[in-house]
């Protein structure tokens, strides 16, 4: 077995001492090589990846009916989202609703491509439907969806799907800047590559928009979003070479007509 001088010394160093610590009857040699491991084993279980970024890994087994003879259908949160927190100040969110509902404002529902809500990319999507101030200033009680867990190595972007209202995303607190494509959103999380961190989605209702947030598919990707600037940029010269590539076909079209 190939060693270095770091291990080398450290077995000679643990072998010389075994007399000693035998006789002393304070620790047996197994103890203390077990001790010397230990720092090692605890890094080693350390890693904590993000789990359920999909939404697909739910256990449906304890849904049942809301209440009996409804059609409604609820389950424990810790089953349907695993790896994930919701919370919300109005709203009881030890349950979610499954492929059913909702009842009203103020639900969250994990449902999958039969419930006619929004596309779904593998088995399921979130909705959160936030509830609002009825007797005060109407404001939305936003839903939080959080999780923490270790960023990979090399990670550049983070992205998602959200056919609904918009989202706020912040990393351990710092506030991401989102870049939405129809229903494909994307963030700058570069900065957090190979960190431990808590994602926290947070639901953001516009005025006069659609009363729900839905969201599936997250994660993390080593290709860097595209600046604001660059995006512009790159969208003006598309326009500018289909602009070019129809004037051509009209000068084609020119050339080729004769006079009688």
């Known amino acids: 077995m190939k060693t270095t001088g770091w291990s080398v010394g450290v077995w000679s160093l643990v072998t010389a001492m075994e007399p000693c610590v035998a006789t002393r009857g304070i620790w047996t040699i197994r103890n ?28 449906p087994a304890h849904v049942q009916p809301d209440a009996p003879g409804s059609s409604l259908q609820r389950g ?25 509902g909702p009842p009203g404002l103020g639900a969250a529902i994990l449902y999958d491509g039969t419930f006619d809500l929004s596309p779904v990319e593998g088995k399921y999507a979130l909705a959160l439907i936030p509830t609002i101030d009825v007797l005060g200033s109407g404001a939305p009680f936003p839903f939080q969806l959080s999780q923490t867990g270790d960023v990979p190595v090399g990670s550049r972007s983070i992205r998602f799907l959200d056919y609904g209202q918009p989202f706020e995303l912040r990393i351990n607190g710092s506030l991401i800047p989102l870049q939405y494509a129809g229903a494909s959103v994307s963030g700058d999380i570069s900065a957090f590559a190979g960190q431990t961190a808590q994602i926290t989605f947070t639901t953001i209702t516009a005025q006069g928009g659609v009363a729900w947030n839905t969201i599936d598919s997250i994660s993390f990707s080593t290709i ?5 600037a660059t995006c512009a940029l790159l969208g003006f010269g598309l326009g500018a070479l289909i602009w070019l590539q129809q004037r051509r076909g009209s000068a084609g079209e020119d050339q080729g007509v004769v006079d009688l």
């Open 32 to 59: 203390l090589r077990t001790l010397l491991l230990l720092p090692a084993l605890l890094l080693a279980g350390s890693a904590a990846p993000f789990t359920d970024l999909d939404f697909d890994s739910a256990n």
């Open 76 to 100: 424990p949160t810790p089953d349907l989202l695993p790896g994930w927190q919701l919370t919300c100040s109005e709203v009881d969110t030890s349950k979610l609703f499954y492929d059913s």
């Open 224 to 228: 860097p979003i595209p600046e604001p």
